[in-house]
């Protein structure tokens, strides 16, 4: 079977439809793509089909290149062939685009429409953009865009230059550098696409009917074309593109070479002919492929995310969905567990202790639901629907049935035993029961459980309706059906697991708590706060260590301090550390819920700038570190914890570690995370950063033996245990 199919109407109208075989989804492949190109070559040439209709034989247009393809052009070919394998991909369109007219006289061309049932993502709408009509089906849940640039690339099949030449570059660049998705009337509103219809394919057809030669010739093949807001050196123009050089450096900080080379691809690209803009943008995407942030980012945040979205690690028993899910604890991390449950279709019980409570937490589903009615993103019976599955109560005994429980009451191990045992005394005997914490061992909590092969821990992050990671956690006697019912529960809920080993801190506080420290420790040691939170921002940290301890808030991080302490004794090693948050706690500057901390607030609760108070207490050595130390320390505090984790068993596959890293802390996702980052500098030069660290800092910055061990055989993480076996 084929991947696009055409049907020759006796009306004249070839329709030609993707539908790819055993996919939910379109994707381009380059065997597509030739496939395509035969079908159009058919078309231009038979003189029966008057015009051409491209659409899809499923209920999406398509979800964009197949990344798997562009990454083995790479591989086969390198730049030559990433080069090659995208000017097929140009030749293929401008055919379309030119659909057989005369070069001088712009006549005697076949109208091409595009008729979308449904979403149309990257390639889904470059393809379109090629046609000379666009109709979209109105569907509401549909999305339109170009989302290349959130993996580390950019559309690089002709959607940079035909849309910034169709828009203009500064209304294209929502839409190019920020990735913007749209439904169909605000993609035809924002000039994307040219009509919404209830059937698109009737009325594409229609249009080919009634095309004259001028309906098909595109703006820049038209003679005088001049770019909406102007060329760049234009005088509106030039403004532009100054704003959008400053822009993408401000967002950027300089570390995804993606942005960069689309605004050149634009700028560029917009002082030459149309087809030699083509191959400008083909330059600058191979540029992007073979940088290895590119490569890192797409393992990271497609192939690897997909993967384990799909359960890589999934054991391999009985389907494990979950039908009614009873929720412990109606406070943040519990109601904001109860909205996306529900909002997948589960049934939910959400008990606390008062039924004030309990009702509060059902209360954060319906406000979240009005914010979304505001935004046009749901309706009111959408929410009527999800309340209604949302049961609220006091009572354990509205339990029964649940085949999933999920604990979210006080980090206290006492209130967790007692809604464990008070939960299993009603619940069916086959369910699971997860507890959701991040920090308290589960191994410890199960003790509480009658059945601790059915106990796991599921360690959501706040807030919990917009974070994208979930953390499972498998206790010492945690079995297989319940690994495989906690990542089938958060496959319905739409979210990204990484499954991880019971130790202290699991897998990501393990790793983020170094890092917040490490930005601490320096305040005490005298070095700049500002240097300190840029130092990580151009590194590509969302946020710096002292922002990251306010948004958690500092009496927090007091709490965890004095746990650990406690735990490892003589052997606790942030007693620096202490000294400061514990000041900062004594100042009663706990962070942005008090509107004090590190940095200060506006009464409106808006940051301002840096405490000058922190100047008073910890004064600013005269000799400040060089930027590449304090970015080494905040880098290395993170990834060296990885390599431990990993090392130590916590961690089983590095790709949960790359994705769980940048999902759940954000992680410097230009690098594909803290493996991806380690097999950039390379084993030999991170063991070397570690060897200055550690003489200077202390012996948390020691190479792991495996770094060290990778070093000297010349190794990298993904080189060698990229498809490492699953732990027994």
Same mark, same amino acid.
């Given at each position: 079977m084929t991947d696009f199919t055409m049907d020759k109407g006796a009306d004249g109208v070839a329709v030609i439809t993707w539908d790819v075989p055993g996919k939910s989804m379109n994707v381009l492949s380059m065997d597509g793509a030739t496939a395509l190109d035969g079908l159009i070559d058919d078309a231009l040439a038979d003189e029966a089909v008057k015009g051409v209709v491209i659409t899809s034989g499923k209920k999406d247009f398509a979800g964009g290149m197949d990344l798997n393809v562009i990454a083995g052009m790479k591989d086969r070919g390198g730049a030559q062939g990433v080069f090659d394998g995208v000017m097929t991909l140009h030749h293929l369109?401008?055919?379309?685009? !030119?659909?057989?007219?005369?070069?001088?006289?712009?006549?005697?061309?076949?109208?091409?429409?595009?008729?979308?049932? @449904?979403?149309?993502?990257?390639?889904?709408?470059?393809?379109?953009?090629?046609?000379?009509?666009?109709?979209?089906?109105?569907?509401?849940?549909?999305?339109?865009?170009?989302?290349?640039?959130?993996? @580390?690339?950019?559309?690089?099949?002709?959607?940079?230059?035909?849309?910034? /030449?169709?828009l203009g570059a500064m209304m294209a660049a929502p839409f190019l550098l920020e990735g913007k998705l749209s439904d169909p009337r605000k993609a035809r509103a924002a000039g994307l696409i040219d009509e919404v219809v209830e059937d698109p394919l009737a009325a594409a057809r229609d249009w080919v009917l009634a095309a004259k030669d001028a309906d098909i010739v595109k703006p820049w093949d038209a003679k005088g074309y001049k770019m909406p807001g102007g060329e760049p050196f234009h005088p509106a123009g030039f403004m532009t593109f100054v704003g959008a050089s400053a822009m993408v450096h401000g967002k950027t900080m300089g570390v995804y070479p993606a942005a960069r080379a689309l605004l050149s691809a634009v700028y560029e690209g917009a002082m030459v002919p149309f087809d030699q803009a083509l191959k400008i943008e083909a330059r600058w995407f191979t540029n992007v492929l073979m940088n290895p942030s590119s490569s890192a980012m797409i393992r990271s945040l497609f192939i690897n995310k997909e993967a384990l979205e799909k359960g890589a690690n999934r054991p391999e028993v009985a389907d494990q969905t979950v039908r009614k899910v009873g929720i412990l604890g109606a406070g943040m991390m519990g109601a904001g567990i109860a909205h996306v449950s529900a909002m997948a279709g589960i049934d939910v019980v959400l008990i606390d202790a008062a039924q004030d409570a309990a009702d509060r937490g059902k209360a954060h589903s319906a406000g979240l639901l009005d914010k979304a009615i505001g935004r046009k993103k749901a309706t009111e019976e959408k929410k009527a629907e999800v309340l209604g599955r949302i049961t609220a109560t006091t009572d354990y005994a509205a339990l029964a049935g649940c085949d999933l429980i999920v604990e979210a009451v006080f980090e206290d191990p006492a209130v967790k035993a007692e809604v464990t045992r008070k939960a299993e005394a009603v619940i069916p005997g086959d369910a699971i029961f997860a507890t959701n914490t991040s920090t308290l061992p589960i191994g410890d909590l199960a003790k509480a459980s009658a059945r601790p092969e059915q106990f796991i821990g599921i360690h959501f992050f706040s807030p919990v309706d917009k974070m994208l990671l979930v953390e499972i956690i498998k206790g010492r006697q945690t079995g297989p059906r319940a690994v495989a019912k906690a990542l089938d529960f958060v496959r319905q809920i739409r979210k990204t697991p990484i499954v991880v &080993?019971?130790? /202290?801190?699991?897998?990501?506080? *393990?790793?983020?708590?170094?890092?917040?420290?490490?930005?601490? *420790?320096?305040?005490?040691?005298?070095? &700049?706060?500002? !240097?300190?939170? &840029?130092?990580?921002?151009?590194?590509?940290?969302?946020?710096?260590?002292?922002?990251?301890?306010?948004?958690?808030?500092?009496?927090?991080?007091v709490k965890i301090a004095r746990a650990t302490r406690a735990a490892m004794g003589e052997a606790y090693p942030d007693g620096a550390v202490d000294a400061v948050i514990f000041w900062m706690a004594d100042q009663n500057r706990l962070g942005r819920k008090t509107n004090a901390g590190f940095y200060?607030?506006?009464?409106?609760?808006?940051?301002?700038?840096?405490?000058?108070?922190?100047?008073?207490?910890?004064?600013?050595?005269?000799?400040?570190?060089? !930027?590449?130390?304090?970015?080494? /320390?905040?880098?290395?505090?993170?990834?060296?914890?990885?390599?431990?984790?990993?090392?130590?068993?916590? !961690?089983?596959?590095?790709?949960?570690?790359?994705?769980?890293?940048?999902l759940g802390w954000g992680f410097a996702p230009w690098s594909g995370g803290p493996f991806g980052w380690l097999d950039m500098l390379g084993a030999a030069r991170a063991v070397e950063i570690c060897d200055h660290l550690s003489a200077r800092h202390g012996d948390r910055f020691a190479a792991p033996a495996l770094l060290r061990e990778m070093a000297a055989s010349g190794d990298s993480f993904y080189g060698r245990l990229a498809a490492r076996p699953r732990a027994a």
């Open positions: 369109l401008r055919k379309i685009e !030119l659909a057989g007219m005369d070069p001088k006289t712009k006549k005697g061309g076949k109208p091409i429409a595009a008729a979308l049932p @449904g979403t149309a993502l990257g390639i889904g709408l470059e393809l379109p953009l090629a046609t000379h009509r666009i109709f979209a089906a109105d569907n509401p849940k549909a999305k339109i865009g170009l989302p290349e640039i959130m993996v @580390g690339i950019f559309p690089g099949a002709g959607g940079t230059t035909r849309l910034t /030449r169709k &080993n019971d130790a /202290r801190f699991f897998y990501a506080n *393990r790793c983020i708590i170094p890092y917040i420290n490490e930005g601490i *420790r320096m305040v005490g040691e005298g070095v &700049n706060p500002t !240097l300190i939170e &840029n130092a990580a921002k151009l590194m590509g940290m969302p946020l710096g260590p002292l922002q990251l301890v306010d948004e958690t808030s500092i009496d927090l991080g200060t607030y506006d009464a409106a609760g808006k940051r301002q700038a840096l405490w000058d108070g922190l100047d008073a207490q910890y004064p600013q050595a005269d000799d400040q570190p060089e !930027l590449s130390e304090v970015q080494h /320390r905040l880098m290395f505090a993170q990834t060296l914890e990885a390599v431990r984790a990993l090392e130590q068993g916590v !961690l089983e596959d590095i790709r949960e570690g790359d994705v769980g890293a940048i």
